[in-house]
């Protein structure tokens, strides 16, 4: 049986025993209206593979993240003015919904939010594969985000051309400092990088033993063979991703938990190529969000 919210009532020094690695994190029971769903939830972090989340329900997991957001949105604010949030597409959209809903319609500062892609198709803005239309259909044509403070890709161009245009793009940004630098690269530092993961463990457009994973000096590239229409797409390299502030990865469903053991798990040498265990923020943060089916094979937890 998969360890639910009951599982909260485990004496944290049983736990202790059965893995000195796992570092648990027990809920407090003196939870706010806000945080009520967050007790739902079961939740422990791993030495560098970050904090791992396990939702009962989708409802619940969607509750958690629009919480989570918001509060890196209010940390990134006060901390240098803006909140420069990095998207995927996917299922991941669907379950950011609960930020077009009170609370967060309201008390987040949508005005100091600048939003990109961690990965795009190279499709038109309009087409339905587009995931800039996504995010824009279900997220932000809802709430009050500047738009001149949405940066999709140029979709005239062709894949090469639109990675280098939107690598042009970013630097402008970090060189008004609108986008952080990081001190451990020279790398663009995103407040926020949110990403899902695929069956195969792919993150943003960086697909299981596809040369792009060997990319370390370029912040987006591209690729014309995606194993996942559409083929061509740009992408957001490892070493972008791994110098963001806060990293987030979403999966959902019982398809994902081999991909999610594999990226999380203390496993063999064999998932060390995965794209999502290659997920590894330099000194930011990483939260995965899993249902319970995500995360029906993470050793750790069954
Ligand atoms: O453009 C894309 O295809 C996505 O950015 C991709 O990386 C997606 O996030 C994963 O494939 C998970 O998608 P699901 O959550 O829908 O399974």
Redesign the pocket.
């Known amino acids: 049986m998969l360890i639910n919210h009951y599982s909260v009532f485990i004496p944290i020094s049983l736990l202790d025993s059965v893995d000195r690695q796992f570092d648990y994190i027990l809920r407090g029971c003196h939870c706010s209206a806000r945080s009520l769903a967050r007790n739902m939830a079961f939740e422990g972090s791993m030495k560098d593979r970050g904090e791992v989340r396990i939702h009962e329900s989708l409802d619940e997991l969607s509750t958690d993240l629009a919480d989570y957001i918001a509060e890196l949105s209010e940390v990134s604010v006060k901390e240098h003015g803006v909140f420069t949030v990095a998207l995927?597409?996917?299922?991941?959209i669907n379950l950011m919904r609960k930020l077009c809903d009170a609370p967060y319609n309201k008390t987040v500062d949508w005005s100091k939010w600048y939003i990109f892609w961690?990965?795009?198709?190279v499709v038109a803005k309009t087409h339905v594969d587009s995931?800039y239309k996504l995010a824009k259909d279900h997220l932000f044509s809802k709430l009050p985000i500047v738009p001149s403070h949405v940066y999709p890709i140029n979709d005239s161009l062709t894949a090469e051309e639109a990675a280098s245009d939107y690598k042009f793009v970013i630097r402008q940004l970090v060189r008004i400092r609108v986008i952080n630098v990081s001190n451990i690269s020279d790398c663009p530092k995103f407040d926020l990088i949110l990403?899902?993961?695929?069956?195969d463990g792919?993150?943003?457009?960086l697909f299981p033993n596809h040369s792009v994973l060997e990319e370390k000096n370029e912040w987006v590239t591209f690729i014309t063979n995606s194993p996942?229409p559409p083929p061509e797409?740009i992408t957001f390299t490892l070493p972008v991703i791994n110098s963001a502030a806060n990293v987030v990865v979403?999966?959902?469903g019982g398809g994902?938990a081999e991909a999610a053991s594999m990226a999380i798990d203390d496993v063999g040498p064999e998932c060390l190529g995965l794209p999502a265990r290659m997920v590894q923020p330099g000194v930011g943060k990483l939260v995965w969000f899993l249902d319970n089916e995500a995360a029906s094979k993470l050793k750790r937890f069954s």
């Open positions: 995927s597409g996917g299922s991941l961690a990965d795009e198709r995931n990403l899902g993961m695929g069956p792919h993150v943003a457009s996942k797409r979403v999966a959902t994902k």
